[in-house]
């Protein structure tokens, strides 16, 4: 394949990809290992302070406001996102996203630790989910908005692979054995932020994005020939494509915004009173759900005693996790390296398919309550297939397909709502689920068995095939929203094609 973005691009796009998505994955597994040694922290400061021990429900209710924190922080920074996509560039809300996260390292580390604060590690890990909720939609959109749309897919992908693998280093890292001990656990709350240093130490050398630049233009209303303007200079700066086909990658960027211009400031309830826009708002909506809906938050918090109940060790129980995550991340890497010749919505149907098969497994292992090795093994079958499937389907394809299917004016609007949604259904597992299972056993899987296909149910008749596909053919199924477009993927296309 030709190669479209230059060298400089590639680097913003790695750049970006590390600062937000590696302490995404680490910083959501970072008390996991740790937790033993900050009970430690917290009955020690405690009797520090009042010169008696803490009482057990005092020691859980501050063990878990330190967890829930991060959750409640994530959902926040995703409401006040839209204020950070309207009235601000992306590289402006970009670096408030990283302040956000190194105060938060500095709260979370050094200061709850000198200072005996554990009120500063749960503030450090509210600040810090706040910094998650904003950058899990402004990450997105400045990749989207950098790199060509024939390779967006290729380029947004990553973001499953790195949050697990950064996951399951992060359960590594705070192991007791590595840096999760008495004196070192500071460290392992910490590193993450050392990719936010770099990302602020960077900033005066990243642009803004290519759309913002060409508003700039419009706002000024300068008299530039296009080879002159500043928006062309940097287009020309993150591609490697010159002559007739840079020039034709500039008339389509502008030519997509114009298409949109009307709404460009609506709000998003104006939008969805809009056919073609409220259908393009769902479609980006049950896409980022459909990682909630196959019950990632569910499985991924009873692994251990799932791999427990199969014979494992106890103490080896976290390392079986650590490897389902790493599994989870090899199968998005080699998933994205397949997605451009099979694209994106064969994908998330197949792997949501293969996940909901999973969840049967777990629903029989976890109903039988057996101590049977054999009821162990279903269950780690059921945790192994649930794991391939959201590396094949929505892990790869949440961010990918969603930004492939909007367009440079929509694509604020559906990612900050997707993330409303997002983030409401996380914190609603997290604190429902471990009642339904104590409740109703293995049984509390098949909510989100339903909900799973009826998700694969709407991306197969409402949601467009995108490969081989230009923005103005995928923005023509939502006027349109004709059955027979989203069922028919169209093989050849000559112009300019979407590759995802």
Not at 487 to 499: D, G, K, R, V, Y
């Amino acid at each position: 394949m030709k190669r479209i973005n230059s060298n400089f691009c590639v680097f913003l796009v790695v750049l970006n990809h590390a600062a937000i998505w590696v302490p995404m994955g680490w910083n959501l597994v970072a008390l996991n290992p740790t937790t033993p040694v900050i009970k430690s922290f917290v009955n020690e400061t405690f009797q520090m302070r009042y010169n008696t021990s803490v009482p057990a429900e005092t020691s859980t209710l501050i063990i878990t406001l330190s967890q829930a924190m991060l959750i409640v922080g994530s959902a926040i920074g995703a409401f006040s996102t839209h204020v950070w996509v309207t009235y601000f560039s992306r590289r402006t809300a970009l670096a408030v996203v990283h302040a956000l996260s190194v105060i938060s390292v500095v709260l979370m580390s050094p200061i709850s630790f000198f200072l005996n604060s554990y009120e500063a590690l749960i503030i450090g890990r509210l600040l810090n989910g706040l910094a998650r909720g904003i950058g899990f939609t402004l990450g997105p959109l400045y990749v989207s908005e950098m790199v060509s749309r024939k390779t967006l897919g290729l380029y947004q992908s990553p973001t499953g692979w790195i949050v697990q693998l950064s996951a399951a280093f992060g359960n590594i890292i705070g192991h007791p054995s590595v840096l999760g001990g008495p004196f070192t656990w500071p460290f392992a709350l910490g590193l993450p932020g050392i990719f936010s240093v770099i990302y602020l130490c960077l900033l005066p050398w990243i642009p803004q994005t290519i759309p913002h630049v060409l508003h700039t233009e419009d706002s000024n209303q300068s008299n530039y020939t296009t080879s002159t303007k500043p928006s062309f200079l940097l287009l020309q700066k993150l591609r490697s494509i010159r002559g007739e086909e840079l020039m034709e990658e500039y008339s389509s960027i502008k030519a997509e915004i114009e298409a949109d211009r009307a709404v460009e400031k609506a709000s998003v309830a104006t939008l969805f009173k809009i056919g073609r826009y409220r259908r393009q708002l769902i479609a980006v909506i049950v896409i980022q759900f459909s990682l909630q809906s196959s019950a990632i938050q569910a499985v991924f918090q009873y692994t251990n005693d799932i791999f427990i109940q199969a014979g494992v060790n106890p103490d080896h129980a976290t390392f079986y996790t650590v490897g389902t995550l790493a599994l989870m991340a090899l199968t998005v890497f080699i998933s994205s390296r397949i997605l451009p010749r099979i694209g994106p919505k064969r994908m998330l149907v197949c792997g949501l398919i293969i996940a909901t098969v999973g969840l049967i497994f777990l629903t029989i292992s976890t109903s039988l309550n057996s101590s049977s090795p054999t009821v162990g093994i279903v269950g780690v079958v059921g945790v192994t297939m649930f794991s391939l499937g959201l590396g094949i389907g929505p892990m790869l394809n949440m961010i990918a397909y969603a930004s492939i299917i909007t367009t440079t004016v929509t694509r604020p609007n559906a990612m900050w709502m997707a993330g409303n949604v997002f983030w409401i259904t996380a914190i609603l597992v997290s604190f429902l689920f471990p009642y339904a299972l104590e409740t109703i056993g293995g049984f509390a899987y098949i909510p989100f068995m339903v909900s799973t296909v009826l998700v694969v149910l709407y991306v197969v008749v409402r949601i467009p095939h995108t490969r081989n596909r230009s923005s103005a053919e995928i923005q023509k199924f939502f006027v349109n929203s004709e059955k027979n477009m989203a069922l028919q993927p169209i093989e050849n296309h000559a112009a300019i094609s979407t590759m995802s």
